[in-house]
């Protein structure tokens, strides 16, 4: 009998695990995963080949989960999950230095932390209807985050034992303690950490059913990716290096997401979903000299499967089977009508995509909301946007089912915890590994303190 299993070695179970190692070496500890050990997670799509990966992509599953990322760590309570609604603003700030210490010492020292705040800024935006989000930011890079990733397992597996490529069938309370079958046998811990993030998402639900949790309300992102010309937005990102506005339209409110001056947009599979998404410029030796990012609308559903059946109705209608990705020039847009030949555009697109019409395509909202957002934004900037920028549909952002927890994230059955984003709390790498942390100093203070 292990004291604790954690299932998932992902971002959260990581820092879960490296708390509890650094404040009690004499736990037994182990991690449970359905994917491979770091080194072995090759995909074709890293690069640009088709992923032959079957049911379980390598890019999202296995240690370190959605940590083999761009890994940009933003330590902010303005967006990235409610866990500072949650423990509280100040405990999650101090929760997000400890893991940016962590990070440091792993090497995240060879990149700087970097502040996107500007009061002058915010108060020219607010002026023009826009509010600014800012945060403090380390944004690793792929290799230096798998660095990081790698060095933290590497000390990890001296006190915690690790078995992959594992398939858990069940999992059941009995007496105080907790039995999981799986195909490489039976075990058993006194106390049960799941961190099974958005890739656990059909597993956890079916798991939770069986032990009789109730899983609510799911949130859906939906938006449109938008290209633009590098210096369009240069007035305020002559400001601050990178910015995230916020519009409260009527009846929603509509969020930029993962700006990337100078990068690409690529394709991002995810849920049997094809959808265009960003790169930032370090990730590529060629820059694109466009800009992009996404204008996501929050949408709350009753249940995982609804928002599911949402997101493949809208993108997958736009995919038609075959990875289809709509692109229309903003000009277009404005007039209803569709764009067809780009070779003239003075924008070039990043990512090749079908050109078309968006409107009769997707839901009305997301396309009053692009012309909302940006008609503030040409006042915020004080020109207008260019008619040529470009506009992708869809992208998307899954979260997990809301499941009851305490404050402690320990659910109805006593013993048995969720971390991180399938917990439904946290949607960032910096608000996962917090609650890692944070869940893994209640049960060392509360369950096994003096
Ligand atoms: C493409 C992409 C890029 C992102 N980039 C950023 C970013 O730059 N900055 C940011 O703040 N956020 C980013 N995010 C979000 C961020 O990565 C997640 O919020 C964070 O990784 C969540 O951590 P987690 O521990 O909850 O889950 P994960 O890190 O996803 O880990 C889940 C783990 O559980 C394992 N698992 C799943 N199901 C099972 C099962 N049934 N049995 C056993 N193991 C299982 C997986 O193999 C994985 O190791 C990104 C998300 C995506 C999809």
Known sequence: ???????????????????????????????????????????????????????????????????????????????????????????????????????????????????????????????????????????????????????????????????????????????????????????????????????????????????????????????????????????????????????????????????????RIIRKHQNGLVMPDGQNKNEEETDSGNLNFTLFIPRYFASYNKAMEIAQYVIGGINQSNGRIIIQRLGDLYYNRPSSELSANTIMPSLYAEPGNLVGEIPDLYIRAVKEFLGKLQGLIGKPIHPDTLVYGMDAKFYEPQINTTKDFETEIRGLFLIGDCSGVTHSLSQAAASGIYVADRILKRELGP
């Not at 079957?54 to 083999?68: F, Q, V």
Request: glycine content about 12%; overall charge neutral; charged content about 25%.
């Open 1 to 263: 009998m292990e004291d604790i299993i954690i299932i998932g070695a992902g971002v959260s179970s990581i820092f879960f695990a490296h708390k509890l190692v650094k404040e009690n070496n004499d736990l037994s500890i182990r991690i449970i995963d359905k994917g491979k050990p770091l080194m072995d997670r090759y995909c074709g799509l890293d690069e640009g080949l088709p992923c032959t990966c079957g049911e379980d992509c390598r890019k999202y599953i296995g240690y370190a989960g959605l940590g083999k990322s761009e890994g940009k760590f933003n330590y902010t309570n303005d967006f990235g999950g409610e866990l500072g609604r949650k423990i509280g603003e100040e405990k999650t700030l101090k929760l997000m230095k400890e893991v940016d210490n962590t990070l440091y010492t792993f090497g995240a020292h060879k990149v700087g932390l970097y502040s996107t705040k500007n009061n002058l800024l915010a108060e020219k935006a607010e002026n023009h209807g826009l509010e600014v989000l800012s945060t403090e930011v380390r944004h690793l890079g792929t290799q230096i985050a798998v660095d990081v990733f790698q060095g933290l397992y590497d000390k990890l597996k001296k006190h915690v034992c690790f078995t992959f490529e594992t398939n858990i069938t069940s999992v059941k309370p009995k007496a105080q303690s907790f039995v999981i079958e799986t195909n490489m046998g039976t075990f058993r811990s006194k106390k049960l950490i799941v961190g099974t993030g958005k890739s656990g998402g059909k597993w956890l639900e079916k798991q939770m059913h069986n032990l009789g949790l109730q899983t609510g309300e799911t949130r859906l992102d939906l938006g449109l990716r938008m290209e633009m010309k590098e210096d369009q937005l240069d007035p305020i990102l002559q400001e601050t290096f990178e910015t995230k506005l916020r519009y409260h339209g009527q009846g929603y409110e509509a969020t930029t997401y993962c700006m990337n001056p100078r990068g």
